[in-house]
């Protein structure tokens, strides 16, 4: 128990000082700690502590997915396929127009109408509606995924085609994951600090500002639309009065883009990744309307062999060659993707412009003085719970409360640096956690000295009773905090929000308990006991 190796002892004072130097940014001014972050290398961690929306105050908006725009941005897109595929087999036998009928069989808005009456022509329509309606796709269960749309024939030739519940939910839950980038690169633009910006449940989206108290400059960011263009790039000797000079995101430098906008991003309906059938390289699927895609058709056919410009928000995402005339209204993007790369790339496109309507269905401010008096409270309670704990610990057992309190502080110093490191937020309910976790982190001590105090009545020798206190307390322990970290991590998988902060602070707070009331307090004792040489036990 007393030997205590020489690299044992260099370790944990190592591990102490580097969560102290953690720490020490978020004790600076922002100005001081932006200067202290610009002056050192990238790579080390230096960052200030994540305070959340109730600490700091901030804008908070809940916003949802309006499926039925979803609905009618699919039937629309089925309409204008069923258009494309009567144009390509040349059919001349339809009989009215291809309608979008308000509601058939329940259906409203999701069905797709049109009559030929020539069979011959009908079976060869049908036959590419088919293909169409298998998105192809493999799930991880080795099933494949259901059919976009369903399609039912009428004896007089009449063809209905109606988007399947499934094919919404998977629509919403992609125009959730556009809609995320989208509003990402839009709240960032604020130059806001760590704003939160995630799934809530299938449909909507929360975004929480931190910091941010005009909310109706935020809605007005989370309602613009991602602008998509796709240009020409400048040949050589260009009149700069015709070219815009764009950044690139992939590579610094800026690129001669042509001004005028060959085709509009508004007219893209999906973009999915993929991998080429001849190279099995990642690559990057795409699809127009029929407008867009009679326009990229002709700009492809009259530009081979040039570089074509995929501009969002007047930044070149993409500048592929074109290799051929690209018609039909899809084609690929390829340039050595990797597989991440190529997602994405497919994202981005995807997110030039929201898919669906997004409506504010919950909007609220915390001002920055109720986020203040919640860090006041925060900090009162702390200061409170530290000071009782660390009496208690000094009237009780001596020079070893003196230890135990020592391995409070340093408890407490490796929470806030894990936070740090893990780029977690710290919110009210952490704070919560992390009082909690002080008398947690003492209460291991109270076992292992009681423990002591006991086999020293037993008539043990001073060692001997240091030893098996922390020995047969370290059981006890464990299967005690093993008990906490259960209830923590059910806590964080079942919980959402404020819940999830508590359940965060509390793990971290377990897991730093048994380093320091176990190891640490130990380390301390063992130096203690060989520069004193006590006679007896002050405990």
Same mark, same amino acid.
């Given at each position: 128990?007393?030997?205590?190796?020489?690299?044992?002892?260099?370790?944990?004072?190592?591990?102490?000082?580097?969560?102290?130097?953690?720490?020490?940014?978020?004790?600076?001014?922002?100005?001081?700690?932006?200067?202290?972050?610009?002056?050192?290398?990238?790579?080390?961690?230096?960052?200030?502590?994540?305070?959340?929306?109730?600490?700091?105050?901030?804008?908070?908006?809940?916003?949802?997915?309006?499926?039925?725009?979803?609905?009618?941005?699919?039937?629309?897109? #089925?309409?204008?396929?069923?258009?494309? *595929?009567? $144009?390509?087999?040349?059919? %001349?036998? =339809?009989?009215?127009?291809? /309608? &979008?009928?308000?509601?058939?069989?329940?259906?409203?808005?999701?069905?797709?109408?049109?009559?030929?009456?020539?069979?011959?022509?009908?079976?060869?329509?049908?036959?590419?509606?088919?293909?169409?309606?298998?998105?192809?796709?493999?799930?991880?269960?080795?099933?494949?995924?259901?059919?976009?749309?369903?399609?039912?024939?009428?004896?007089?030739?009449?063809?209905?085609?109606?988007?399947?519940?499934?094919?919404?939910?998977?629509?919403?839950?992609?125009?959730?994951?556009?809609?995320?980038?989208?509003?990402?690169?839009?709240?960032?633009? #604020?130059?806001?600090?760590?704003?939160? *910006?995630? $799934?809530?449940?299938?449909? %909507?989206? =929360?975004?929480?500002?931190? /910091? &941010?108290?005009?909310?109706?400059?935020?809605?007005?960011?989370?309602?613009?639309?991602?602008?998509?263009?796709?240009?020409?790039?400048?040949?050589?000797?260009?009149?700069?009065?015709?070219?815009?000079?764009?950044?690139?995101?992939?590579?610094?430098?800026?690129?001669?883009?042509?001004?005028?906008?060959?085709?509009?991003?508004?007219?893209?309906?999906?973009?999915?990744?993929?991998?080429?059938?001849?190279?099995?390289?990642?690559?990057?699927?795409?699809?127009?309307?029929?407008?867009?895609?009679?326009?990229?058709?002709?700009?492809?056919?009259?530009?081979?062999?040039?570089?074509?410009?995929?501009?969002?928000?007047?930044?070149?995402?993409?500048?592929?060659?074109?290799?051929?005339?690209?018609?039909?209204?899809?084609?690929?993007?390829?340039?050595?993707?990797?597989?991440?790369?190529?997602?994405?790339?497919?994202?981005?496109?995807?997110?030039?412009?929201?898919?669906?309507?997004?409506?504010?269905?919950?909007?609220?401010?915390?001002?920055?003085?109720?986020?203040?008096?919640?860090?006041?409270?925060?900090?009162?309670?702390?200061?409170?719970?530290?000071?009782?704990?660390?009496?208690?610990?000094?009237?009780?057992?001596?020079?070893?409360?003196?230890?135990?309190?020592?391995?409070?502080?340093?408890?407490?110093?490796?929470?806030?640096?894990?936070?740090?490191?893990?780029?977690?937020?710290?919110?009210?309910?952490?704070?919560?956690?992390?009082?909690?976790?002080?008398?947690?982190?003492?209460?291991?001590?109270?076992?292992?000295?009681?423990?002591?105090?006991?086999?020293?009545?037993?008539?043990?020798?001073?060692?001997?009773?240091?030893?098996?206190?922390?020995?047969?307390?370290?059981?006890?322990?464990?299967?005690?905090?093993?008990?906490?970290?259960?209830?923590?991590?059910?806590?964080?998988?079942?919980?959402?929000?404020?819940?999830?902060?508590?359940?965060?602070?509390?793990?971290?707070?377990?897991?730093?308990?048994?380093?320091?009331?176990?190891?640490?307090?130990?380390?301390?004792?063992?130096?203690?006991?060989?520069?004193?040489?006590?006679?007896?036990?002050?405990?």
């Amino acid at each position: 128990m007393l030997r205590f190796a020489r690299w044992k002892v260099a370790s944990i004072l190592l591990m102490t000082a580097l969560a102290m130097l953690l720490i020490v940014p978020s004790m600076m001014s922002k100005e001081s700690y932006l200067s202290l972050k610009a002056s050192l290398p990238k790579w080390l961690p230096v960052e200030q502590i994540v305070l959340g929306l109730d600490l700091q105050g901030g804008a908070h908006i809940m916003l949802e997915v309006d499926q039925a725009d979803v609905t009618r941005t699919q039937a629309t897109n #089925l309409r204008d396929d069923v258009r494309r *595929i009567l $144009r390509e087999e040349g059919v %001349r036998s =339809l009989a009215g127009g291809i /309608g &979008l009928p308000a509601g058939i069989g329940g259906q409203a808005g999701r069905t797709v109408q049109f009559r030929v009456t020539d069979p011959a022509d009908r079976a060869k329509v049908l036959t590419k509606l088919r293909q169409q309606a298998q998105p192809g796709g493999i799930s991880a269960l080795g099933v494949a995924s259901a059919p976009l749309f369903e399609i039912s024939e009428s004896a007089d030739g009449t063809v209905r085609l109606t988007v399947t519940d499934q094919a919404v939910i998977d629509k919403t839950r992609r125009a959730v994951e556009q809609a995320i980038e989208v509003l990402r690169r839009r709240v960032d633009a #604020l130059g806001t600090t760590e704003p939160n *910006i995630q $799934r809530q449940g299938n449909d %909507r989206v =929360l975004v929480q500002v931190p /910091g &941010l108290q005009d909310t109706n400059r935020l809605k007005e960011i989370l309602g613009t639309t991602a602008k998509l263009e796709f240009r020409l790039v400048a040949d050589t000797g260009y009149n700069p009065a015709d070219v815009d000079m764009l950044a690139q995101t992939d590579q610094p430098g800026t690129l001669p883009v042509e001004k005028q906008i060959m085709v509009q991003g508004e007219d893209l309906t999906d973009a999915q990744p993929g991998f080429d059938q001849r190279t099995s390289e990642p690559i990057v699927n795409f699809r127009f309307n029929i407008r867009g895609g009679q326009q990229f058709g002709q700009v492809t056919s009259a530009n081979v062999g040039k570089p074509f410009a995929i501009v969002l928000d007047n930044k070149v995402i993409s500048a592929p060659r074109i290799l051929g005339p690209i018609t039909g209204g899809s084609g690929q993007i390829s340039g050595r993707f990797t597989v991440e790369q190529a997602n994405n790339l497919a994202i981005l496109l995807r997110a030039g412009a929201l898919p669906a309507k997004l409506t504010i269905v919950e909007e609220r401010t915390v001002g920055p003085g109720l986020g203040q008096d919640s860090i006041d409270a925060g900090k009162r309670a702390a200061y409170v719970a530290a000071a009782l704990v660390v009496a208690y610990m000094l009237v009780t057992y001596g020079v070893f409360g003196v230890f135990a309190d020592l391995a409070l502080l340093i408890h407490i110093v490796m929470i806030f640096a894990s936070i740090i490191l893990l780029q977690a937020t710290l919110t009210l309910p952490g704070i919560a956690g992390i009082i909690f976790t002080i008398g947690m982190a003492v209460d291991s001590n109270v076992l292992i000295y009681e423990r002591i105090r006991e086999e020293s009545k037993m008539g043990r020798s001073i060692i001997s009773a240091l030893d098996a206190g922390f020995n047969r307390a370290f059981a006890t322990i464990v299967d005690s905090n093993a008990t906490m970290m259960v209830a923590a991590v059910i806590l964080y998988f079942l919980g959402s929000g404020p819940v999830r902060g508590f359940a965060v602070s509390l793990g971290l707070g377990i897991l730093t308990t048994i380093i320091t009331a176990v190891t640490m307090t130990r380390m301390m004792i063992s130096l203690w006991y060989r520069w004193a040489r006590p006679t007896r036990l002050p405990i």
